[in-house]
């Protein structure tokens, strides 16, 4: 039996990015705030002299255990899906500060084409270069629109970097300058320049002087230990919400945050969210937590199962293309990063220093900013070298005709460590009617309800711009001057992993309810106070990691649900019908 | 011949010649930790190391098989670690850095027994692609290196056995196959005939247990260059030996001034107890 507790102001569900952000906005404005997070308690210090590689990059130390439920996969409609069953297939984060607090801090805002992709590409290119049953559309909002948000986040993350020369507009540089660039960096940066291209410094997490940010939460200075990814910051340099978002909503007193508190289900009544029923994790005890506001703000496979379970909005059916929920699902798949890699006979790289956001990268091949007319593809991607610095299981590179073991693997990995650079293109991922989240028919999670399965699969447009990237990476490691220079290979079809962290839609933002689950603000169209926030409200994929602005976008709906607390109800944002056919 | 080395499940697995060798830095690690802390013991070591060497009676080794029950599975799985990660000119194999151990106190641990994974029914049954194509089930080709993806275009590891069974069911089908070609046990045959057996199991021409003999392959192969190369902490890279081969420095507080050198810097090795200072 659910034990009912004293109804609050707004429950939270999720501690990353979103639900830190929303639980840090809302608990500053005054409002009584209860934050659920599934995971453990975790606390900054808990990552000094974490720097083990089996454990966390091998054993998956971070990432959610999958003991009690996970996804199911299949390429097709008509194929069975079986679950994923590995931590290394299906990395997703846990524990309080979210999947954030083991990111690597790659910092870059999505385009002004992506907020208006449909316009835009019709109004350059003519409504038959969008193909049949591609479902992208604008977002409801515009880049000058969220461009404030973005600027917000950037300064509560105290984000390092130079200006993106073919950037969108900006209102403010970064707070904090550019990471210092390693002679692998120089090296793709003046190799790009030679060839016509555009490289600067990527944006990163990581800082690159010691912040305080306004909220007045300090970060101290990078020191290019190379334990970024997959690991909590030993030395709290990397912005993450146990750094920011979350001891700022603690010190107002006003956020009460629960751990080990898994939320099973929304609660409604009347077409109004009611509160959440959530199950201590350690205990068994259900509790049953009323509030005026429902935030959805957990990973999007959990916010589009949470809906699923709880019978809100109407599921999509890739047979009728009907329905919002589970709709639009894109991520970075097998075909996103793919690239090139350079073998360098003569040259040894310091690659075991680094940091997850220490990298040179370039936009010349990005969104529309390059001529589509005569490509069979549409979007783009960027390119980057990354220095991540890389630990000793990780770095066994060979060139490909290398046997994988025995006498010459090791010699070959030997003479190689320090002496590989690759380039990747993060190509954009595009929606399609038949990629879609729903519930599946066989397997349960230890409560006995249905887990959430995916269909994915690669189009002719995924391969088409994964081609194209190739090529353009091949070119830049050639001019680098590698002795061995290796295209990656296409993939035939979707692999069944997702150890790439980043993987959105399903509760996707616009501006017509047939084929959007939420506004602009992220409230549902369905039922007014449920807000659902996060990257599930991400229509496509674009050619960068989705964090800023899925912290720009919690900003947007942390003001909205401020406001609908203040004016007593109502949407916040009007719904138009389709113009368009989808 | 290297590969051929028989460990000696008593103490530690490596030879006793190099255990003599190496267990001067072992003490010197265990003193100097036990004393200072953080990189006051770093410090502390770079100076002492030799003489500790000189003057620390050998330290007794207390490594013993936790998962592996029958000495025959074991000494085969060393024997073939070697061979994927055989000793050369460059330094020590598999089997004197300890990988054998390694992969022994995997098994028995959280990672070996699968705690942290999907491990509920129903498990698909069949495994060939062709029993899939027949069933109409796409069967797309995939370039996933993933372990046990059966078949393809399926998520990876649809078995019902833990890794732990695996590598028993996987060392024994091996074992098999050597004596049903070779008319031998595997430890006796010649490292050329050894590795013909592993290219069978890579190539994935053995089935055994309802599974692919590449999949096996695959978390052998993996399993054992993590052994090398993780901290020693974990039973294997003793000495940090594979990172002395490797130039790899092990975790370290901060490289903020060495970020933007032009030339290759080499390191002292330096291992987990040491940064966590105690």
């Known amino acids: ?582 | 011949m290297a590969n051929n080395q028989k460990p000696n499940n008593n103490s530690s697995g490596m030879s006793r010649r190099n255990f003599l060798k190496n267990s001067g830095l072992v003490a010197g690690g265990l003193l100097g930790g036990s004393l200072f802390g953080g990189l006051v013991t770093s410090q502390f070591q770079k100076g002492t190391k030799d003489e500790s060497a000189s003057n620390t009676k050998v330290q007794e080794s207390f490594e013993a098989r936790t998962f592996f029950s029958r000495n025959e599975d074991f000494d085969l799985l060393s024997a073939a670690t070697e061979r994927i990660f055989p000793e050369d000119e460059h330094g020590p194999g598999a089997i004197e850095l300890g990988v054998p151990y390694f992969i022994d106190r995997q098994c028995s641990g959280d990672w070996g027994n699968n705690a942290n994974d999907y491990m509920h029914g129903p498990f698909p049954t069949i495994t060939k692609t062709e029993q899939y194509e027949e069933d109409g089930v796409n069967t797309e080709k995939v370039t996933s290196s993933t372990v046990v993806k059966v078949p393809a275009g399926t998520p990876s590891y649809q078995t019902k056995m833990t890794r732990g069974v695996f590598f028993l069911e996987g060392i024994r089908a091996m074992e098999q196959t050597s004596k049903e070609k070779f008319d031998d046990r595997f430890i006796k045959l010649e490292p050329e005939q050894q590795d013909e057996v592993l290219q069978m199991f890579e190539s994935g021409e053995v089935q055994f247990s309802g599974v692919d003999s590449a999949d096996f392959f695959s978390l052998l192969r993996q399993t054992t260059i993590e052994g090398v190369y993780a901290d020693p902490v974990y039973g294997g890279n003793r000495n940090m030996e594979a990172w002395k081969m490797k130039e790899y420095p092990g975790p370290r507080m901060s490289f903020l001034n060495e970020i933007e050198e032009e030339d290759f810097i080499v390191m002292k090795p330096e291992s987990l107890r040491n940064y966590q200072g105690h």
């Open chain 1, 1 to 582: 039996m659910a034990k009912k507790l004293d109804k609050v102001d707004v429950v939270v569900v999720g501690s990353g990015w979103a639900g830190g952000t929303v639980s840090a906005e809302l608990s500053k404005a005054g409002y009584q705030v209860v934050m659920l997070e599934r995971g453990k308690d975790q606390k900054r210090s808990d990552f000094i002299g974490v720097k083990d590689e089996l454990r966390y990059t091998n054993r998956h130390e971070m990432i959610e255990k999958l003991t009690g439920d996970t996804i199911t996969s299949r390429v097709a409609l008509n194929d069975v899906a079986l679950p994923v069953r590995l931590q290394k297939d299906m990395n997703t984060g846990t524990d309080l500060g979210g999947g954030s607090v083991h990111w690597a801090g790659s910092v870059y805002r999505w385009r002004s084409y992506d907020f208006e992709i449909r316009s835009k590409t019709i109004e350059r290119y003519g409504e038959g270069k969008i193909p049949e049953g591609m479902q992208i559309r604008d977002w409801g909002i515009t880049y000058d629109e969220l461009e404030p948000y973005y600027d917000k986040w950037e300064k509560t993350a105290g984000i390092s970097g130079e200006p993106d020369p073919l950037g969108d507009k900006r209102s403010n540089d970064y707070p904090n300058p550019p990471m210092l660039a390693s002679p692998a960096i120089k090296l793709f940066k003046e190799s790009a320049k030679e060839i016509g291209l555009h490289p600067y410094q990527m944006a990163s997490g990581n800082m690159s002087q010691t912040y305080t940010n306004p909220d007045g939460e300090t970060l101290n200075q990078c020191m290019f230990c190379a334990f970024c990814t997959m690991y909590g910051c030993d030395f709290s340099a990397k912005s993450d919400p146990l750094a920011t978002v979350i001891p700022t909503a603690q010190k107002t007193g006003n956020c009460d945050i629960r751990t080990n508190s898994l939320v099973r289900r929304v609660l409604h009544k009347d077409g109004k969210a009611t509160g959440v029923l959530y199950t201590d994790t350690r205990t068994g005890q259900e509790y049953e937590q009323p509030a005026d506001v429902v935030v959805l703000a957990a990973f999007t496979f959990s916010n589009n199962r949470l809906l699923m379970l709880s019978d809100i909005g109407e599921m999509y059916n890739p047979e009728t293309r009907k329905g919002t929920i589970g709709r639009n699902f894109t991520g970075q798949f097998n075909s996103t990063f793919l690239g090139a890699t350079g073998f360098f006979n003569d040259k040894k790289f310091n690659y075991y220093m680094g940091a997850g956001g220490l990298g040179g990268a370039l936009s010349d091949y990005d969104a529309d900013l390059f001529d589509h007319s005569d490509l069979d593809f549409i979007h783009g991607g960027g390119i980057e070298l990354r220095q991540y610095g890389d630990a000793a299981i990780k770095n066994n590179f060979v060139p490909k005709d290398t046997p994988s073991w025995g006498k010459e693997f090791k010699e070959k990995s030997l003479f190689y460590a320090y002496r590989t650079l690759t380039v990747w293109y993060s190509a954009a991922v595009m929606p399609w009617w038949h990629n879609y989240m729903d519930l599946d028919p066989t397997y349960k999670d230890e409560y006995g309800d249905p887990l959430l399965r995916i269909t994915n699969k690669l189009t002719e447009q995924d391969k088409n711009i994964a081609k194209f990237g190739i090529e353009k990476c091949t070119e830049i490691v050639e001019a680098m001057g590698a002795d061995i220079v290796e295209p990656d290979e296409l993939p035939d079809q979707f692999d069944h992993t997702y150890n790439g962290m980043h993987y959105i839609g399903g509760v996707a933002m616009g501006e017509d309810p047939e084929t959007s689950a939420v506004n602009n603000y992220l409230q549902m169209w369905d039922m007014e106070n449920l807000f659902v926030v996060g990257g599930s409200a991400l229509p496509h994929f674009s050619s960068h990691h989705p964090t800023p602005t899925i912290g720009a976008l919690a900003y947007r709906a942390a003001e909205g649900i401020e406001k609908y607390l203040k004016e007593d109800g109502g949407m916040l944002a009007e719904a138009k019908t389709a113009s368009v056919k989808v």
